[in-house]
């Protein structure tokens, strides 16, 4: 391996071209690498970044890899749970083929354009909040372990997005200042995932017939269209008797029976996780005190945890501070003070 040759994904947006750009400026041989879907035709843009940075970029079509993501989005949805996507396909599509590259193009160093750092505790590497909290991107990627974390190099974590901005700015990249950034699901593109749902699997979905809302005490209050397009936490698009606000707090996908609550009931101060992840297995105990991160709905802030029960299959973890409606299938990410530990998929919880 070249030890200062390094693959990098670039997508073609601000962050990831300076990335490469500052990976150049520390005298590194780089090599972009762009991930592609078959439908996608254009590829000037990748061109012009290629001529500005002085670097070859290679094209990696994905789309058949790519199918298992959606394949995936589509079985939880109908498992009445809530996928993350972008977590799935860092784990299993987006850094793994990065090393796949690398390793056939003889690059020691892999790297991206996440606001992200690394650091090594006791013999594991593990990934690092960016000093930029409000862009740090660790949380998405909860499921890699250290031996692909050993390899990053990292260039944005040091950095703030406006420094960021700025660099490009005083450089050759101010095109990029006006690209919109990129957010959500990639593959949804603005779509809801409903019509998602309904594109890609229209058998499927033609199949799902409109179900029973009840409250928490088993009566029944209202019909729902079906409980694939519903999520915990959501109150839009129930037909119910009541006049009060009710939020779904649960999802029978086997009867096609969505229960509903007071907001103030979807508030839990437990959470059974599985689908265990930890970068060092032994970094976690009975008692661990972590601090731990659930996107959701986006109304839990970062808190303080307690692990009451760990095996290797499954955490239980009691909260100081209650989570509002913590879905099946989201992940709950483990930090201690700004490292990232692991995490696991939210089950149930009360």
Known sequence: MVSKRVVIGLSGGIDSTIAAFLLKQQGFEVIGLH????EEKQYEHIEIISNQLGIPIHTYDISADFKIVKEHFVSEYFKGRTPSPCTFC?????????????????????????????????????????????????YFLWELNSDIISRMINPLGD?????????????????????????????????????????????????????LVKDE?????????????????????????????????????EKNE??????????NYHIKLENIHLVNPMSISKDTQL???????????????????????SIELELIMPAWAVAPGQPVVFYKNDILLGGGTAEESW
């Open 159 to 211: 950095y703030t997005k406006k420094e960021v901005r700025e660099i490009a700015s005083r450089n050759v990249f101010a095109n990029l200042l006006k690209k919109k950034e990129s957010m959500g699901v990639c593959f949804l593109q603005n779509m809801d995932y409903r019509d998602f749902l309904k594109t890609y699997c229209p058998e499927k979905t033609r199949n799902i017939k409109k179900g």
């Open 291 to 313: 601090m731990i991160n659930i996107r959701g709905l986006g109304l839990n802030p970062e808190e303080p945890a307690i692990v009451k029960f760990i095996d290797k299959n």
């Open 258 to 267: 969505l229960t509903v609550g007071l907001k103030k009931s979807l508030y």
């Open 90 to 138: 860092n784990r299993v599509i987006k850094w793994s083929k990065l090393i796949e590259f690398a390793d056939q193009n003889n690059c020691e160093h892999i790297s991206s354009g996440h606001y992200i750092r690394k650091t090594e505790l006791n013999g594991y590497y593990h990934l690092q909040k960016g000093v930029d909290h409000i862009k740090d991107q660790s």
């Open 35 to 38: 991930f592609t879907f078959s």
């Open 217 to 253: 005490t088993g009566q029944i209050i209202g019909t729902h269209e079906g409980f694939i397009y519903y999520t915990v936490g959501q109150k839009r698009g129930l037909n119910l008797e009541i006049k009060r606000p009710a939020y779904v707090s649960k999802i029978n996908y």
